[in-house]
Antibody, heavy 121, light 107 residues
Framework: EVQLLESGGGLVQPGGSLRLACVAS????????MNWVRQAPGKGLQWVSG????????YYADSVEGRFTISRDNSRNTLYLQMNSLRPDDTALYYC??????????????WGQGTLVTVSS | DIQMTQSPSTLSASVGDRVTITCRAS??????LAWYQENPGKAPNLLIY???SLESGVPSRFSGSGSGTEFTLTINNLQPDDFATYYC?????????FGQGTKLEIK
């Protein structure tokens, strides 16, 4: 069974930083592109970032480009999202999401349960 | 980035009805489109991929169509579990985007 377990969320002041992690199990992590998707309270889904299987290709939504960094450690089956210069509009539930295969340009087929990030003074 | 415009934002229907949700892309995405169902407090669930392929385990009353820039999700014979929020999702580009969502409510 595919499992994606996010952690690292919490309350942070504007301008602060957080690092999210997602531990994957139940599939071969080395052969799947991975993504972060967020959902602000009462709002829709927003794709945040995606990373290729080797970690050399990283892509971002315009709203987080230059502030967030996605990475992965295939030896630990773990996906990360380093979030810097956080703003109140970054407040959201952050989902770890698995692409169906090696291609980042493919559908997301599994999601974690999310970790909540709140940016407030 | 490719923009996805989904309509309507809210839809009221009754059990047994047939409903259609539309998604329009700002440029061609061929058939690189998925539909998800989201229930409160739960992660999204994949229903349709490649515009018209039914995900394993999803009831056949769900169907998708379209290509290029115009796509539809149709739900036949609405069941009580179908009242949820639905999102389209384009994955044609490295920067994915989602539609704004359609909340399907009981009339």
């Amino acid at each position: 069974e595919v499992q994606l377990l996010e952690s690292g969320g919490g309350l942070v002041q504007p301008g602060g930083s957080l690092r999210l992690a997602c531990v994957a199990s139940g599939f071969d992590f080395n052969f799947h592109a991975m993504n972060w998707v967020r959902q602000a309270p009462g709002k829709g889904l927003q794709w945040v970032s995606g990373i290729t299987i080797g970690g050399h290709g990283a892509y971002y939504a315009d709203s987080v480009e230059g502030r967030f960094t996605i990475s992965r450690d295939n030896s630990r089956n773990t996906l990360y999202l380093q979030m810097n210069s956080l703003r109140p509009d970054d407040t959201a539930l952050y989902y770890c999401a698995k692409s169906v295969d090696i291609a980042l340009t493919n559908r997301i087929d599994h999601w974690g349960q999310g970790t909540l990030v709140t940016v407030s003074s | 980035d490719i923009q996805m415009t989904q309509s309507p934002s809210t839809l009221s229907a009754s059990v047994g009805d047939r409903v259609t949700i539309t998604c329009r892309a700002s440029q061609s995405i061929t058939t690189s489109l998925a539909w998800y169902q989201e229930n409160p407090g739960k992660a999204p669930n994949l229903l349709i991929y490649e515009a018209s392929s039914l995900e394993s385990g999803v009831p056949s009353r769900f169907s998708g169509s379209g290509s290029g820039t115009e796509f539809t999700l149709t739900i036949n014979n609405l069941q009580p579990d179908d009242f949820a929020t639905y999102y389209c999702h384009q994955y044609n580009s490295y920067a994915h985007t989602f539609g704004q969502g359609t909340k399907l409510e009981i009339k």
